[in-house]
């Protein structure tokens, strides 16, 4: 792994040792740890901010983005339409993301982004 990206992951972890419900240096080590490669690890920093913020749109985005990459398709799509109910509008990133690529071939994906593009225009 990156020296970098590890120090990035130490450095939040011991902030979240002295303040565990610190949500920003939650989601900061939950895009590291997935970026580094601990899926199940981001998974479950991204299950955590969710719950403690369950109106962050960008949280369930998050989550969702996570859930895709296990391959836990039907999960994934039910925290995106979470993220898009709470007023996720960046649709353009959203088509383009790699962590949702898994979903861009499934018919309830392409429904979901419909659904909220035409709700949003």
Not at 59 to 73: D, E, F, G, P, V
Not at 89 to 96: E, H
Request: charged share 25%.
């Amino acid at each position: 792994m990156d020296e970098d990206l590890q120090f990035e992951i130490d450095f939040c972890r011991s902030i979240l040792k002295r303040d565990t419900r610190n949500i920003p240096v939650m989601e900061m080590l939950a895009g590291f740890l997935t970026k580094s490669g601990q899926i199940d690890e981001g998974l479950e920093m991204d299950q955590q901010i969710v719950e403690l913020d369950p109106d962050n749109a960008i949280s369930h985005y998050n989550l969702a983005c996570s859930l895709a990459l296990k391959n836990r398709a039907a999960e994934a799509l039910a925290a995106l339409r979470m993220a898009l109910e709470r007023g996720y509008d960046d649709f353009d990133w959203l088509m383009k993301d790699n962590d949702l690529l898994s979903l861009h071939q499934n018919p309830a994906f392409s429904a979901l982004v419909s659904e909220f593009r035409a709700s949003n225009s």
